[in-house]
DNA sequence: TACTTTTAGTGGACAAACGCAACTATTCTG
DNA sequence: CAGAATAGTTGCGTTTGTCCACTAAAAGTA
């Protein structure tokens, strides 16, 4: 006699197929990305920076860069130059960068970093190497710098940096 | 003599070091995650999927797990059920799927590919798997196959399909 | 010098997408 | 049967980003 069936839906999704998407690069890399992107907010929680779509970065080269302008970073970040402009709007409400004209370019400005936010660039740090670390957890160190190395690659070349 | 000073920005994209972000998943993934959407919109040109926001990844589901329920696709694409619901709503106004009750379970539903929706899954495994294969330009075939292994333990642990 | 083209930044309008919370209906648990 | 959990729907609000037009300045050209 044969054991009463578990209703359950028809494919559990532990069990599902990905399709080809199985080895594909764009279902992993989004699907990481949405991962990574509620962990990160959820790690940044009040911390002035939160929905971190382009504001680490930001921060993070204005710390690092003093002086950098809007449109190198939105190059980076793979924005326009509009939305990279709210973005710079944005932070200087929340005083953690300031903006200036350029001396010796009348179209371009300056970015650099206030107390306040050379702060948060230090907390933001070690924030995103933490997360970092524990994303690989289980993966061997070796693969780790592996794929950060690929990952490089593909991505100097698709921002137009190489070459 | 000094040479003659090139104006320029302070720091040129080419050469702006990324901080810690360098050696940061997030970073890397959040980047080619934009790039690689552009260029996959670029590619579903017309298709009736443009936007590729998980539509790709529920047309390939249905096809190929025919009566799959929208909340187990909600859980893989790491969406909750009220967008997932107007994904398919969408998806039924370009006839690509259809929708029944479940026979068994009053409650769930069960989705079905349509011929349209047979016809455009073909074109667009194609279209995944060559523009993942494009993205890997110049990476060794073992480390596209390392890469893609290490990804898949990454989304599986945080989509929370294992264990 | 006068022109044209390119680059940097701004502002507005518009649209798409997503999450949350509330609600219904069904099923499961005990 | 009562209460908890699950599937799906709907409305609401917010965020985010793209497109386009516009100004100002610099670079290229002749």
Redesign the pocket.
């Known amino acids: 006699m044969p054991v009463k069936k578990?209703?359950?839906?028809p494919y559990p999704v532990e069990t599902v197929g990905l399709d080809v998407l199985e080895d594909t690069l764009s279902f992993y890399i989004r699907s990481i990305n949405?991962a990574l992107s509620?962990d990160l907010d959820d790690r940044l929680e009040g911390l002035d920076v939160?929905?971190?779509?382009?504001?680490i970065t930001t921060l993070l080269l204005v710390d690092s860069h003093p002086g950098i302008?809007?449109?190198?970073i939105?190059?980076l970040?793979?924005?326009?130059?509009?939305?990279?402009?709210?973005?710079?709007?944005?932070m200087i409400d929340h005083d953690l960068i300031t903006?200036r004209n350029?001396p010796?370019?009348?179209?371009?400005?300056?970015?650099h970093i206030t107390e306040k936010g050379a702060d948060l660039a230090r907390k933001v740090r070690k924030i995103a190497t933490k997360q970092s670390s524990d994303f690989f957890a289980g993966v061997p160190e070796k693969d780790q710098k592996r794929l950060l190395d690929i990952l490089r690659r593909v991505y100097r070349r698709t921002a137009g940096l190489d070459q």
Chains 1, 2 share one sequence.
Do not use: H, N, W
């Open positions: 578990k209703k359950g839906p949405i509620r939160a929905r971190g779509t382009g504001k302008r809007p449109s190198v939105a190059q970040i793979m924005r326009d130059r509009s939305a990279m402009g709210r973005l710079v709007d944005q903006r350029a010796d370019d009348g179209r371009a400005q300056e970015l």
